[in-house]
């Protein structure tokens, strides 16, 4: 089964191209030249992977681009494709997986796409096997730390304040004389 995925951007000529070669590479490559295009695309058909263009009908149109494939219950692979690179921080806190450099060489961007959807794809897996993990467990490993920290933490004897255990003295000492005389 061919990997699928949605390429956006709104240079036709950057499209095609990118198209052609991720299909020659054996790709199943939909298209989509606005950011409202890609939108609904993501939100009627399953991608493995987005890429997107950061600057289409808005400096910033790639953006929802990303939201809309970050909410996604498939949960695809998204990378950024511009021509005017952000930091590091900027297009992960956008929440991007990866971000692409245009013009890119052919062997690299393929490289690259290659890796990241491994990776991707190492990540679902990772939250789907945690996911399936019994539920009961986490809650009797709580309880069990929980119970070795009270151990820990908690005093083994009783702490008595010193008055009332003076008290004690005085009426063990009144009663034990009380006997005594009673003996005699």
Known sequence: MKRKILLVDDEVAVLLTLKAVLEISGFDVDTAASAREG?????TREYQMVITDM???SDVAGR????????????PA??????????????????????LLKPMQTRALLADIEKLMVSHAAKLQKLATAASAPVT???????????AVSKKVAPAKKVVPAKKTAAKKAVAKKVAKKAA????
């Open 78 to 99: 998204v990378a950024l494709l511009t021509a005017f690179p952000v930091g590091d921080e900027d297009w992960a806190e956008m929440g991007a997986d990866k971000m």
């Open 39 to 43: 939108r609904s695309k993501i939100k």
């Open 55 to 57: 600057r289409m009908e």
């Open 64 to 75: 929802d681009v990303i939201l809309a494939a970050r909410t996604a219950p498939y949960h």
């Open 181 to 184: 005389k009673k003996k005699v």
């Open 137 to 147: 467990a986490a809650p009797v490993k709580a309880v069990a730390a929980r119970k």
